[in-house]
């Protein structure tokens, strides 16, 4: 019997507002809670669903779920995404590099990202175009445009369409990459060097990528700031173990230009605003908390200090926690479907009480996991989600 008595958009929005649904909301298919594209091949030829396969993100090769595998998995969540500059050329491209074919793909800060088409999993930075750049250079770069127009064309449109047309919450593709962008262009070594060495140089790129994100939102929020449910920004700041670099370094670098934009982009919506970062960044929550964000992405329940009762039980009255569903690395690509049944039962019971809880596996499916334990993800999710009954 179905028990749900709320809309898809209702249920997400009580929980993000940590009151409690009639079940747990569940997501699928964003940047950080997708599918790669083998896995979802093996999911739909498993469920007997014919689709062909779009890709949505062409760096870590993500399917687009179609309507069909969403409504499956009660997926309570429809993504909307800005485009890129009218002007940018953009397009996969093929060369010969090294006895091998490439797959390269230059994105609007000049960074090549290739895939070898013998292992066409992902792709991965090759060109860092400010390697050996001087504070001179970071001055004199072609920056991308953030509000160039070209890049929210239909974006309205498609906005509504999802708000006034289905029962779905609005959310965003993935935005606000500051941090991150930095050391794409510099390359990671360089950048942590530069992190210990030459602030002033990281001070200065990232006011470059902090400028085309406030850019960005201030077109973004003049078209959908009013539609749009969830707002996904993000930069990974720690590893399995801990952080990625000191934290001081955050707190007086990266800290000022994330909380600035949080602060403008909560100055023009209402929209609750996630913050993805990967690993064991339990000791960044007060700091994310102070920067204005709402929710917590992908809580990687297998990192250092990322226990799921800790995190509920110190910050589970402030801030929601999207993900975190089932240990992703250890159990959900090698266990039997039984034992994801386990796992998602068990972290459900912990994380779901008085709402602050949106249900999705700790970042994409990957290639390799077996069929039978995605659908047992999503189906345990609809059965153990409810609050009552």
């Known amino acids: 019997?179905?028990?749900?008595?709320?809309?898809?958009?209702?249920?997400?929005?009580?929980?993000?507002?940590?009151?409690?649904?009639?079940?747990?909301?569940?997501?699928?298919?964003?940047?950080?809670?997708?599918?790669?594209?083998?896995?979802?091949?093996?999911?739909?030829?498993?469920?007997?669903?014919?689709?062909?396969?779009?890709?949505?993100?062409?760096?870590?090769?993500?399917?687009?779920?179609c309507e069909k595998l969403l409504e499956r998995f009660h997926v309570d969540t429809r993504y909307i995404a800005a485009g890129a500059a009218s002007d940018w050329k953009g397009g996969i491209v093929q060369e010969e590099?090294?006895?091998?074919?490439?797959?390269?793909?230059?994105?609007?800060?000049?960074?090549?990202?290739?895939?070898?088409?013998?292992?066409?999993?992902?792709?991965?930075?090759?060109?860092?175009?400010?390697?050996?750049?001087?504070?001179?250079?970071?001055r004199e770069y072609p920056f991308p445009k953030g509000d160039d127009p070209g890049r929210f064309e239909g974006l309205r449109d498609r906005a509504l369409q999802i708000k006034n047309e289905t029962p779905y919450a609005v959310i965003s593709g993935i935005c606000g990459v500051v941090y991150e962008t930095c050391w794409y262009m510099r390359g990671l070594e360089n950048w942590f060097m530069d992190l210990m060495a030459n602030p002033a140089f990281c001070e200065a790129l990232l006011d470059q990528t902090l400028k085309f994100w406030l850019d960005?939102?201030?077109?973004?929020?003049?078209?959908?700031?009013?539609?749009?449910?969830?707002?996904?920004?993000?930069?990974?700041?720690?590893?399995?173990n801990g952080p990625l670099f000191h934290p001081g370094i955050y707190t007086d670098l990266v800290k000022p230009r994330h909380k600035r934009?949080?602060?403008?982009?909560?100055?023009?919506?209402?929209?609750?605003?996630?913050?993805?970062?990967?690993?064991?960044?339990?000791?960044y929550i007060p700091d994310l908390l102070d920067n204005g964000i709402d929710v917590l992405n992908p809580v990687q329940i297998s990192a250092a200090g990322m226990d799921p009762a800790d995190l509920k039980a110190q910050y589970g009255k402030s801030l929601s926690f999207w993900g975190g569903a089932i240990d992703a690395q250890h159990v959900l690509p090698v266990?039997?479907?039984?034992?994801?049944?386990?796992?998602?039962r068990c972290n459900m019971k912990i994380l779901k009480p008085g709402g602050g809880f949106v249900f999705n596996n700790v970042h994409n499916i990957q290639a390799g996991v077996p069929p039978e334990n995605i659908v047992a993800l999503y189906d345990a999710a609809f059965?153990?989600?409810?609050y009552s009954g």
């Open 216 to 240: 960005w939102f201030r077109v973004f929020l003049d078209e959908v700031g009013d539609v749009v449910d969830v707002i996904m920004i993000g930069d990974d700041l720690a590893g399995q």
């Open 97 to 138: 590099r090294d006895g091998r074919l490439w797959h390269d793909l230059v994105d609007e800060f000049g960074v090549r990202w290739s895939m070898p088409d013998d292992q066409p999993f992902f792709m991965d930075i090759t060109h860092h175009p400010l390697a050996q750049a001087s504070i001179h250079d970071i």
């Open 335 to 344: 266990s039997s479907p039984e034992e994801v049944r386990h796992a998602v």
């Open 383 to 386: 059965e153990y989600g409810f």
């Open 261 to 283: 934009l949080v602060q403008y982009i909560k100055s023009r919506t209402d929209a609750k605003v996630w913050y993805h970062t990967c690993g064991a960044c339990a000791g």
């Open 1 to 65: 019997m179905n028990r749900e008595t709320m809309t898809s958009r209702e249920r997400v929005l009580a929980a993000l507002n940590h009151t409690e649904p009639d079940r747990v909301p569940i997501d699928f298919g964003g940047n950080q809670t997708g599918i790669h594209k083998f896995a979802y091949e093996a999911v739909l030829q498993h469920l007997g669903i014919n689709d062909e396969t779009v890709i949505m993100d062409a760096v870590q090769q993500l399917a687009r779920p």
